[in-house]
């Protein structure tokens, strides 16, 4: 076991974890945040992004101990005082999600992406995509949710 | 997936992370852990010791070094894809970085644990092959450094001895030669079926050197000597009879993703259409 201190959507946490365990288990397991999935478990799919101090990752293939000291925000933390991020306002406006199990971690990407790019093309948010996968080929959609926030 | 256990040491220097290399039995390196943790997950890598360099300090970022650019080990993916270094000095570097994987995966991943990992199917390794780039590793046995032709030895295996560290880079910078770095992959896996990075030097049409290197193509990434031959001293319009000797020399695989003839046949059309693309 290892002392591993996370700071998760502002919260300060103290966990004994394994070395082997991974990030993804350690906030779904220990700390009970189970908005962030897992889908394909090998870093293709993106359901598992969350925020690791500032950037997007995918926390399947993140050690809970690599990330020991980090800031950590994840899908539970975007609302504040009740109100929806607007990027989930815009992904309900929009109609872009379907079974929903995608959503957390394309969530997390399309804010990610705004955060580097403020004013992407539609081409760039497409690209900057890729690292997620909606089997219910919403992309459309998401990418119309993502260019309404963009464009405030 | 969850891996099976291992002991977990974060190395404070290069020289502490040689010393643990040293002395822990079966012990492997963690960088950005974007090769390594698949690999862990599913059993096929099952070190004693993880040694995280993650918080190694000096092994980040870029140097401008005058004729070439020293590029720290730990530098992720993503950084080399903004550094304005390497966009000016040496941009193949960058277009090739920003075809690895994706935003979330290029956070994290590193250029030297990708090269490191000796993966026949990962881009870098390619590009540096082209660029005639140098590897500087440092070990027990001191600091030596290693043309890129010789790093990459084999399938998952390079030059780097168990007690090594791949500590920076040295990528000569392009100046005015045209360079492309293209890839073919199916859609959700990021992995290059085939690549080809190309560095052409021309004037007025006329090609004076071509260096064409090519991913998956083998164990190991590989150069396409006949084409280079081909194209030394001709004209632009050589460029679609040479790309035809693309495959000559290579031992593609057959695999999930494509068969070996499938390969020839995309190694010669992406490695005519990177050149077309670097002189125009």
Same mark, same amino acid.
């Given at each position: 076991?290892?002392?591993?201190?996370?700071?998760?959507?502002?919260?300060?946490?103290?966990?004994?974890?394994?070395?082997?365990?991974?990030?993804?288990?350690?906030?779904?397991?220990?700390?009970?945040?189970?908005?962030?999935?897992?889908?394909?478990?090998?870093?293709?799919?993106?359901?598992?992004?969350?925020?690791?101090?500032?950037?997007?990752?995918?926390?399947?293939?993140?050690?809970?101990?690599?990330?020991?000291?980090?800031?950590?925000?994840?899908?539970?933390?975007?609302?504040?005082?009740?109100?929806?991020?607007?990027?989930?306002?815009?992904?309900?406006?929009?109609?872009?999600?379907?079974?929903?199990?995608?959503?957390?971690?394309?969530?997390?990407?399309?804010?990610?992406?705004?955060?580097?790019?403020?004013?992407?093309?539609?081409?760039?948010?497409?690209?900057?995509?890729?690292?997620?996968?909606?089997?219910?080929?919403?992309?459309?959609?998401?990418?119309?949710?993502?260019?309404?926030?963009?464009?405030? | 997936?969850?891996?099976?256990?291992?002991?977990?040491?974060?190395?404070?220097?290069?020289?502490?992370?040689?010393?643990?290399?040293?002395?822990?039995?079966?012990?492997?390196?963690?960088? @950005?852990?974007?090769?390594?943790?698949?690999?862990?997950?599913?059993?096929?890598?099952?070190?004693?010791?993880?040694?995280?360099?993650?918080?190694?300090?000096?092994?980040?970022?870029?140097?401008?070094?005058?004729?070439?650019?020293? /590029?720290?080990?730990?530098?992720?993916?993503?950084?080399?894809?903004?550094?304005? %270094?390497?966009? /000016?000095?040496?941009?193949?570097?960058?277009?090739?970085?920003?075809?690895?994987?994706?935003?979330?995966?290029?956070?994290?991943?590193?250029? @030297?644990?990708?090269?490191?990992?000796?993966?026949?199917?990962?881009?870098?390794?390619?590009?540096?092959?082209?660029?005639?780039?140098?590897?500087?590793?440092? @070990?027990?046995?001191?600091?030596?450094?290693?043309?890129?032709?010789?790093?990459?030895?084999?399938?998952?295996?390079?030059?780097?001895?168990?007690?090594?560290?791949?500590?920076?880079?040295?990528?000569?910078?392009?100046?005015?030669?045209?360079?492309?770095?293209?890839?073919?992959?199916?859609?959700?896996?990021?992995?290059?079926?085939?690549?080809?990075?190309? /560095?052409?030097? %021309?004037?007025?049409?006329?090609?004076?050197?071509?260096?064409?290197?090519?991913?998956?193509?083998?164990?190991?990434?590989?150069?396409? %000597?006949? /084409?280079?031959?081909?194209?030394?001293?001709?004209?632009? @319009?050589?460029?679609?009879?040479?790309?035809?000797?693309?495959?000559?020399?290579?031992?593609?695989?057959?695999?999930?993703?494509?068969?070996?003839?499938?390969?020839?046949?995309?190694?010669?059309?992406?490695?005519?259409?990177?050149?077309?693309?670097?002189?125009?």
């Amino acid at each position: 076991m290892r002392r591993t201190t996370l700071t998760v959507n502002g919260v300060r946490h103290e966990l004994d974890v394994e070395p082997r365990e991974l990030l993804v288990l350690a906030l779904r397991d220990h700390l009970g945040l189970t908005g962030t999935n897992i889908g394909c478990d090998t870093s293709s799919c993106g359901a598992c992004t969350i925020h690791m101090d500032g950037q997007s990752v995918k926390s399947c293939t993140v050690l809970a101990v690599q990330a020991d000291g980090a800031e950590i925000t994840t899908i539970e933390g975007l609302a504040s005082n009740g109100e929806m991020h607007p990027m989930q306002s815009a992904f309900n406006e929009h109609h872009a999600l379907q079974c929903g199990y995608c959503t957390p971690g394309m969530i997390m990407a399309a804010v990610g992406l705004l955060q580097e790019n403020p004013n992407p093309t539609e081409n760039e948010i497409r690209s900057d995509l890729e690292g997620n996968l909606c089997r219910c080929t919403g992309y459309h959609n998401i990418v119309k949710a993502v260019r309404a926030v963009a464009a405030g | 997936m969850i891996p099976a256990p291992f002991e977990y040491e974060v190395a404070e220097s290069v020289d502490h992370a040689v010393e643990l290399l040293t002395t822990r039995e079966d012990a492997k390196l963690l960088a @950005g852990g974007h090769s390594l943790i698949p690999l862990l997950k599913v059993r096929l890598a099952r070190p004693g010791t993880l040694v995280d360099i993650g918080r190694v300090s000096g092994m980040v970022g870029v140097l401008d070094a005058g004729e070439h650019l020293v /590029v720290g080990a730990m530098t992720t993916l993503s950084d080399l894809v903004a550094d304005a %270094s390497v966009s /000016v000095g040496c941009p193949l570097l960058a277009t090739t970085a920003a075809q690895v994987g994706d935003p979330q995966v290029r956070h994290r991943g590193t250029i @030297g644990g990708s090269l490191a990992h000796g993966d026949p199917a990962s881009d870098l390794p390619t590009t540096l092959l082209a660029l005639d780039a140098e590897l500087v590793v440092r @070990g027990s046995g001191g600091e030596r450094t290693i043309a890129a032709a010789d790093f990459f030895v084999g399938f998952f295996e390079t030059a780097l001895g168990p007690d090594e560290i791949l500590t920076e880079i040295r990528v000569p910078k392009t100046g005015a030669a045209g360079t492309a770095y293209l890839k073919f992959h199916h859609r959700a896996i990021d992995w290059a079926t085939v690549g080809v990075a190309v /560095v052409v030097e %021309s004037q007025n049409g006329s090609i004076s050197s071509a260096r064409v290197a090519l991913t998956n193509m083998g164990p190991a990434p590989v150069r396409a %000597s006949a /084409v280079e031959a081909a194209l030394a001293g001709a004209d632009r @319009g050589a460029v679609a009879r040479a790309a035809e000797a693309a495959d000559r020399g290579t031992d593609p695989p057959s695999d999930l993703q494509a068969g070996a003839d499938y390969r020839r046949h995309i190694a010669k059309v992406l490695t005519r259409r990177a050149l077309t693309q670097a002189l125009s």
